[in-house]
């Protein structure tokens, strides 16, 4: 029934998305690949935190988009997702999914021991922090860019061109934090909803994910941002900031100055590092505690 579920879903989501252009095709192979192995999974949280970070962020990729598209003229293309930007932003969640699914597919938190129950914990924060800072970083991207103050760069504080790598803002970093409590709060309803019993009877810790959420999606942003500044270079043409220039285009032009960074990473590897830094400090933070 799961296997039959997850297809109609992935299904709906991808022609959805395809519909509303804002996937490529190729970007629909790879949301197909990263739904199937997520709501295959018999834990509701991982498809809820899932169906979160997706719909929010196609609704706020598409809000304000005439303004967006004065801010940056690529915007339009920008805003479909291919399958390099889906798989950054969901491979490690598939991955966690997975290995979620080979050790506790049908089994119930009272029949595990107690060392079980610990990994299955750990599990569940590295999908949260993963899916925390993807979509704090897409939320602070989004709304962000809509501030009416210029941000600051986050390692000298000067301000710089809306769109630069690392910069950052009041509003970028109030939707980063509500972006990521927005991941903890669909944890906290699948989680509840799902294994009531299991939080009653003291199988699983009560844990506020929404907390959890919110401070991993704010620390996954500050990460982006850090990598942005430093490792992703930001260039002004024709007095707007933009980011991933081919060696082609830097030497086509004369006119192209360097605002921040080194050329060393693309944005997609920088959303990789971040998350992959978001995940492992989840799982470091619940190590601790336990």
């Known amino acids: 029934m799961r296997v039959y579920f997850a297809i109609l879903l992935t299904s709906a989501l991808c022609l959805g ?52 598209m004065r801010l940056d003229p690529k915007f339009t293309t920008a805003s479909q997702r291919d399958w390099k930007q889906v798989l950054c932003n969901g491979g490690i969640g598939s991955v966690i999914s997975l290995v979620y699914q080979y050790y506790f597919d049908g089994r119930r938190p009272e029949d595990l021991s107690i060392a079980e129950r610990r990994l299955m914990t750990v599990l569940i924060w590295a999908y949260i922090g993963f899916y925390a800072c993807c979509t704090a970083d897409t939320w602070a991207s989004e709304i962000g860019t809509l501030s009416s103050d210029w941000p600051v760069l986050i390692t000298t504080w000067k301000t710089v061109p809306p769109g630069t790598n690392g910069g950052i803002s009041k509003l970028g970093l109030m939707s980063s934090f509500a972006g990521g409590a927005t991941v903890g709060l669909a944890a906290d309803i699948a989680l509840w909803a799902q294994y009531f019993y299991a939080f009653r009877s003291g199988a699983l810790p009560r844990i506020p994910y929404v907390t959890v959420g919110s401070l991993l999606g704010t620390l996954g942003s500050v990460i982006d941002s850090l990598l942005g500044a430093t490792v992703q270079a930001s260039f002004l043409v024709d007095k707007r900031a933009v980011s991933d220039l081919t060696a082609a285009e830097l030497q086509k032009r004369k006119d192209i100055k360097i605002i921040s960074g080194s050329n060393i990473l693309s944005n997609n590897m920088v959303n990789v590092v971040s998350s992959a830094c978001t995940t492992a400090a989840a799982v470091g933070l619940i190590a601790l505690l336990m």
């Open 17 to 68: 998305a395809l519909k509303k252009r804002s996937l490529s095709a190729t970007g629909v192979l790879a949301a197909a690949f990263v739904g199937l192995t997520t709501a295959s999974n018999d834990n509701l949280l991982f498809t809820t935190v899932l169906l979160a970070f997706f719909i929010s962020s196609s609704l706020w990729t598409k809000y304000q988009a005439r303004q967006k």
